[in-house]
């Protein structure tokens, strides 16, 4: 990006605060970047993080600017909301075929954006949208755009994109916020668990897309080492075969992590989906998943739609 485009970029996005005109703000933050670094070495973690940024440089578009890099992370400004909207949206894109031809250094980022008057200084933009697009950033499940209601109402999306309403979240330091998602897919259908924590998303390319939230799994094999070392007592009858299934279940699900990091997207043939008594399981590379508390209903359509769509030819979308 040339200075002068940046300069030109800098006073439009002054010119705009100054008459109280909202800006947006773009944060995009990469998933499984540690656990990438301390498996593949600081050098290739490196080089992940500026392919990452150079892509951002690519799709950023003729109205916005880098502002800052956080070393797994970018924040850019743009001179309206749609046009931070629309550069989350080229930047998923852009990953989604890049990790198509390299499935072994995937990258994938959660996106948040947001609209606002923040204070403008010469390297910085400071105030609630900052943060709000970047606490967006942080609950964004990988491959995800998270925005506002009141951004979704201001901003019009083209024919091939639309919002999906998500509801109230607390986000740390912010408050609650009535979040929505950029659905960029062409999907056929979506689930989600009940805590919104895993996403299965059919495409018309014939393919499952896997969300995991942020730290989703960490979340849940922490739960099972925390009953392995509370929850489950030492004597009793019963004692010796829960402690046995627990480190079991521990064991299998820190594989599935590890195995399942990059698995965001596959063949509808490569994956088995079935309705179990306590929700709905996925079954990919030889690992299990349970999508726990989903709606019946909802999960039987779409495993149907799965399995129509994995008979179907795929769609090149």
Do not use: C
């Not at 880098?66 to 629309?86: Q, Y």
């Not at 408050?175 to 960029?184: F, K, M, S, Y």
């Not at 996925?282 to 998943?289: G, S």
């Amino acid at each position: 990006m040339s200075w002068s485009r940046t300069l030109r970029i800098r006073q439009q996005l002054r010119s705009h605060i100054e008459s109280g005109e909202e800006i947006g703000l773009f944060f995009s933050d990469l998933r499984g970047f540690s656990t990438y670094a301390a498996r593949e070495g600081d050098h290739a973690a490196y080089e992940i993080a500026e392919e990452h940024e150079q892509i951002v440089d690519e799709v950023i578009g003729e109205h916005g600017i880098v502002v800052k890099t956080l070393g797994d992370g970018i924040m850019a400004a743009f001179e309206e909301p749609r046009d931070a909207l629309l550069a989350a949206v080229a930047l998923e894109r852009a990953l989604r075929d890049r990790n198509a031809a390299t499935p072994n250094a995937a990258i994938h980022v959660g996106i948040g954006v947001s609209g606002g008057t923040p204070v403008m200084t010469d390297v910085d933009f400071i105030g609630h949208s900052v943060n709000l697009a970047q606490r967006l950033s942080g609950i964004a499940k990988g491959s995800q755009i998270l925005t506002t209601a009141t951004v979704a109402r201001r901003a019009e999306l083209p024919d091939d994109l639309h919002y999906v309403p998500l509801g109230e979240r607390t986000l740390k330091g912010v408050g609650r916020e009535n979040i929505v998602e950029v659905a960029w897919l062409r999907e056929i259908a979506r689930v989600s668990d009940v805590r919104d924590r895993l996403t299965l998303i059919l495409t018309e390319r014939g393919t499952l897309v896997i969300e995991f939230a942020k730290d989703a799994r960490r979340d849940a094999a922490d739960a099972l080492r925390n009953l392995l070392d509370l929850g489950i007592p030492e004597t009793g009858p019963a004692s010796a075969w829960q402690r046995l299934a627990a480190r079991a279940a521990y064991r299998a699900l820190r594989g599935a992590s590890s195995r399942l990091e990059g698995t965001v997207e596959r063949p509808v043939r490569d994956v088995h989906l079935s309705l179990a008594r306590r929700g709905l399981t996925l079954r990919v590379e030889n690992r299990t998943l349970l999508l726990s508390n989903v709606d019946r209903s909802a999960a039987r359509r779409f495993i149907e739609a799965a399995r129509a769509g994995s008979s179907a030819e795929p769609a090149g979308a």
